[in-house]
C-alpha cells in the first residue's frame, strides 16, 4: 500500500506543551502550572453578548473577514493603543484564533526557500507553520543575558540573501521578555536596510507590568507598510475558547490571507464575534483587573523562586516565569518528568520552546493564588530534596 502521508509532516514534533498536558489530565491530585490559559471566566458582558445572538437567530455565517462592527472596533483599538489607522475593510480580518492568522500569514508571504527569522525561545507554532508554508526556519537564539529581548547583533548574524521575514513574538511566551520602544527602533533599522517584512505576534499585549506599556513596532516609521500585527481576544480577555483572533496589514498581504482563509475556514465563529464587539467596547476595566491580579501572581512566584534559591529573569509581559535549573546537572525535560512524577506538578520543559530553551523550566502563573501556594510549596520541597536538603 502506498505511503498516506506527507513527507514534510511527519518531520514535524508534536507539541511538546500538550504532552505534559495530557499526562496531568489523567494524573489524580495534579497541578498543572503548563498550560498558557487564564483562570479566569469570560467576562459577563461577553458571555452575555454572546448568549444574545444566540438567542436572537444570529447563527448565519459572516462575511470571510469579519463583521463589520467587530473589524471598526478592532480598527479603533489599534489607533488608541498603536496611533496607528487600520482600513477595517481592506486591512483588518478576524481569524481562529492567533494560531490561524500566523499560519496564513506564512503561506500568503512565503515562497519555497524564503527564510524566516524566529527568535527562540518562543511559541510552539512558528517553526512548523513556516515548514508547512515551504519555508526555511532560521533561529536566532535569545539570551538571558539581554533579557531574552532580540537585539540588533543577533539580528543581523542571521541575515542572508534568502531572509524574508522576521517574527517578533513580544510580549514572549514562554520567557515574558518585552521588547521596548528602543529596542524596536535597532530592530526596524535592520529590516529597514534589508527589506524585511515583519510578523508580530502581539497576543499577550494587554498583559505587561510596571509603568511602561506594550509598544508595537507598527507604531515606528514605515513599518506599519511591512508588518502584519497579529493580535486576539484569548489571553486579554480570557476567550480562549472562543478561537477569535485578527490580523491587521497592508491590504496586499491580506487580501491573499483572506483568500486561504476562504477556502480553509470560511468564516471565524459568529457567536464570539459578537461576543468581541462588547470585549472591546466594554472590556478595558475587565482587562486591568486581570492584569493586576497577574501581576501579583507574578510578584509571588518571583519572591517563592528567590526562596528556594532558584534564578530567575524577571519577567515583564504575559503570564509565564522562565526560571533556569542548571544548577542541578539535569536536562529540562528530566527535570520536568522527575518534578510531575514525584511530586504531580507539571510544568513544561524550556526545551519545547527551542533548543535554547535548555536549562529552564516555563511556569505559567495564570492560576489562583491557592494553587500557585500549592504547587510552589512542592517545589520547594522537591528542590530541598535535589540539593540533599531533606
Known sequence: MRNPLSDTIVTIEPSGIRKFFDIVSEMKDAISLGVGEPDFDTPWHIREEGIYSLEKGRTFYTSNAGLKELKEEISRYLDRSCGRVYDPAKEIMVTVGGSEAIDIALRAMLNPGDEVLIPQPSYVSYVPCAVLAGGTPVIVELEEKDQFRLTQEKLREKITDKTKILILPFPNNPTGAVMRREDLEAIREVV??????????????????????????????????????????SKSYAMTGWRLGYAAAPHIILEQMLKIHQFAIMCAPTTSQYAAVSALRNGDGDVAMMRESYDQRRRYVLHAFKEMELECFEPNGAFYAFPSIKRFGMTSDEFANRFLREEKVAVVPGTAFGACGEG????????SLKSLKEALGRMERFVKRLDGKV
Open 192 to 233: 529597514l536596510e534589508h527589506d524585511l517584512f515583519v510578523i508580530s505576534d502581539e497576543i499577550y499585549s494587554e498583559l505587561t507590568y510596571g509603568s511602561e506599556r506594550h509598544v508595537s513596532i507598527v507604531s515606528l516609521p514605515d513599518m506599519k507598510e511591512r508588518t502584519v500585527l497579529i493580535n486576539g481576544f
Open 360 to 367: 529552564f523550566l516555563r511556569v505559567s502563573y495564570a492560576y
